[in-house]
């Protein structure tokens, strides 16, 4: 770490941040052991969902657990391949199978008794994973299909934020391009076309004037840029301010709000060029004293938990709301109903609860008696990815220098787009890393981790320079 240790301050705990367990260390091996005497934790087999940076770091956090003594990831990648768990020293292993493939998850879930299944990605969750798993006497962690409509339908959230008074932009729903264009011409142009549908994180299109406009409705209704996702359309009015990520924890009657977080979704520095999946994230973004941000979640959180009340809404995961915090107060730009991606990368390497304790709470409708606890460090995820992301991009490029940043402390790299190809580490999707670390203050964990980033090389690795900025200006 370049940046000065703050050794003179009393507040500063030495040891603090290389007391962070990681999955591999024996370090971690001693906590664990420790916690085992005094709580005595079940064993339990777990199965994770995905195959991206989340999952990743949802495996290294479960890794921990001194619950777990089985871990699968279903697919995973090269990364998750390499975790190993805390209670057993034994590998997490990957299996060949795929995210959306339900039918094999649930016969591996009944084959190998599998004890808690954690869900990733959206698309798992739309299409009723959680509901399956359950038909068949499975305990999964993921909302149900119904309470999944929050993510698969814009429309649905954004009539149900309307109608149970959740700040939001002002927005129409429409299934005809000419009713589209007259709202669209009311705001004059400047809006958020979305395709209502899931559309891997792409199916937004920002436009600024009447013609914009016009066309980012052609495109998305006519000519079905976003497939069949795009048949109805939500227009909002296009607001301005501070983005931030917010998630909480819900359990169908409580929901704990995490730190807030910053994602980037553009692919170049200053918020310029495509939308991405996310480029990079922090924790905490400090846009909001410990006042506003109760403040803002009693405002969101406290009508929606109404809402799914009076709807018959059974909420047990975990719900992101997409939060703009403009000038007349925070407003909703969508809810996600999973943990964000990178969000996920630096919530988790701030998390010092038990996460397959916190899950279970999830599931059982316990969450009001646990207290969710987060480090005092600051924490930075900067994604790198391949050559051409969003757009096409090659794979299969060898990945050098993440044995290097193995041994560095505080510093994880999540794999997100890895995959093995002989003994190598190989690139095989758009992110591909997400180079996370976590220091005594945001500053100080944005130096070290581009002093990592700047270890790692494949042909055509692109990523932002700017990730935790806004914060520091
Ligand atoms: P969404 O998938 O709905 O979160 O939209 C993707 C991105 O588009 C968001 O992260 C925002 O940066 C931007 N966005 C969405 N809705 C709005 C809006 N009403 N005003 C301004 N920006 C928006
Ligand atoms: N961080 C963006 C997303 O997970 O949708």
């Known amino acids: 770490m370049t940046s000065a240790v703050p050794w003179s301050d009393p507040k500063f705990r030495p040891g603090y941040l290389t007391r962070t367990p990681t999955a591999n260390s024996a370090e971690s091996a001693g906590v664990t052991k420790a916690v085992k005497q005094r709580f005595n934790p079940r064993p339990m087999k777990v199965l994770v969902v995905g195959s991206g940076g989340r999952e990743h770091a949802l495996v290294w956090k479960l890794a921990q657990s001194p619950h777990v003594t089985q871990l699968w990831c279903a697919p995973g990648n090269a990364g998750i391949g390499k975790e190993r768990l805390a209670r057993t020293g034994g590998p997490v292993q990957c299996v060949n199978i795929g995210a959306e493939d339900l039918p094999k998850l649930v016969a591996f879930g009944l084959e190998q008794k599998v004890d808690l299944t954690v869900v990733g990605p959206d698309g798992a969750l739309a299409l009723g994973i959680v509901d399956l798993f359950q038909s068949r006497g499975l305990r999964i962690w993921g909302p149900n299909q119904h309470a999944a409509r929050f993510e698969s339908s814009k429309a649905f959230s954004q009539d149900f934020m309307q109608k149970h008074g959740i700040p939001t932009a002002k927005s129409g729903t429409f299934n005809n391009p000419v009713a589209a264009k007259h709202f669209a011409d009311s705001l ?114 406290e009508p929606w938990l109404k809402g799914c009340a009076t709807e018959g809404i059974d909420f047990h995961g975990l719900l992101y709301p997409g939060v703009m915090l403009t000038s007349a107060g925070p407003k ?58 969003p757009g096409n991009y090659p794979r299969g490029k060898i990945i050098y220098g993440l044995n290097e940043v193995e041994h560095l402390p505080n510093t994880k790299v999540f794999h997100a787009g890895t995959a093995m190809l002989g003994g190598d580490v190989v690139t095989s999707g758009g992110r591909v890393l997400g180079v996370t670390v976590w220091a005594e203050d945001l500053a100080a964990a944005k130096v070290a981790a581009y002093d990592a980033v700047a270890k790692i090389r494949f042909d055509g690795a692109h990523f932002r320079r700017d990730i935790a900025s806004k914060a520091l200006r």
Request: charged share 20%; with cysteine; aromatic share 6%.
């Open 188 to 301: 004059g142009g400047r809006c958020a076309v979305k395709a209502d549908g899931l559309a891997l994180g792409k199916g937004v299109l920002l436009t600024g004037n009447v013609e914009e406009a016009g066309s980012a409705i052609d495109d998305i209704m006519v000519s079905k840029a976003f497939g069949a996702a795009g048949q109805r359309i939500v227009i909002q009015e296009l607001l301005e301010g501070m983005e931030i990520s917010l998630h909480a924890l819900c359990d169908g009657r409580t929901a704990k709000l995490f730190p807030p977080a910053q994602d980037h979704k553009r692919a170049l520095d200053g918020d310029q060029g495509l939308n991405t999946g996310g480029m990079g994230t922090y924790s905490p973004a400090p846009f909001l004293t410990d006042a506003e941000l109760a403040a803002v979640g009693r405002q969101i959180l």
């Open 332 to 389: 909703v730009l969508e809810f996600n109903a999973r943990f964000g991606d990178p969000e996920t990368q630096v919530y988790l390497t701030r998390l010092e609860n038990d996460l397959v304790e916190l899950l279970e709470a999830s599931i059982d409708g316990t969450l009001d008696r646990i207290q969710l606890k987060w480090s005092e460090c600051a924490s930075v995820c900067v994604v790198m990815a391949s050559g051409g992301y």
